[in-house]
């Protein structure tokens, strides 16, 4: 009897870790494996618009350094506490825009301030949850202002987003996670 208990448990333990993955190859993870919750509250729209592509600006340094000319990666933010991190999108393709190619995350508006989470991978095959935070005092609706915290494998650091206009037929897209 306590081998089939060990044994059920050990299915239980190895099936709630698991994800799966979209027709894109892109992970998606249930939500339990994130540490915030979409936001309910509606207030996040004095920080962000959820209708344009938020891209990364780099330094000419950086960009020269990991040869990222022609790169560009952002979020994209949904209206039900959804966020998708994309990498490598085309402003003049709708399809780019495509939440099934993003890496899955949510974020979370409160008094605290605006929060995200999103799961990339690390080298291994490991997945790891980036933790963000909205710099309120230095962001506005165009330009977004977020630090990364500090992990095992990341050092501490803001990024600034610009706001970039996307193709009207994006904004059909629905998130599949």
Not at 7 to 15: D, G
Not at 31 to 39: A, L, Y
Not at 40 to 64: C, G, L, P
Not at 116 to 139: D, F, M, R, T, W
Request: net charge positive; with cysteine.
């Amino acid at each position: 009897m306590v081998k089939k208990i060990f044994i059920l448990a050990l299915f239980a333990i190895i099936f709630s870790c698991t994800s799966t993955k979209n027709d894109y190859g892109m992970v998606r993870f249930k939500p339990t494996k994130f540490n915030i919750k979409p936001t309910k509250n509606k207030e996040y729209t004095k920080h962000i618009d959820t209708s344009v592509f938020y891209m990364a600006v780099f330094s000419e340094e950086y960009i020269k350094e990991y040869n990222l000319e022609n790169f560009k990666s952002g979020f994209k933010f949904y209206g039900d506490g959804k966020v998708g991190h994309f990498k490598g999108v085309n402003f003049n393709e709708a399809e780019s825009f495509n939440p099934k190619k993003a890496t899955m995350g949510y974020y979370n508006y409160s008094d605290e301030g605006l929060f995200i989470e999103y799961v990339y991978e690390i080298p291994g095959g490991i997945y790891k949850v980036a933790k963000n935070q909205l710099i309120v005092s230095e962001s506005s609706i165009d330009t977004l202002v977020i630090k990364t915290f500090k992990s095992a494998t990341s050092a501490e650091k803001k990024t600034k987003y610009v706001k970039r206009e996307i193709p009207k037929e994006a904004l059909n897209y629905k998130t599949d996670w």
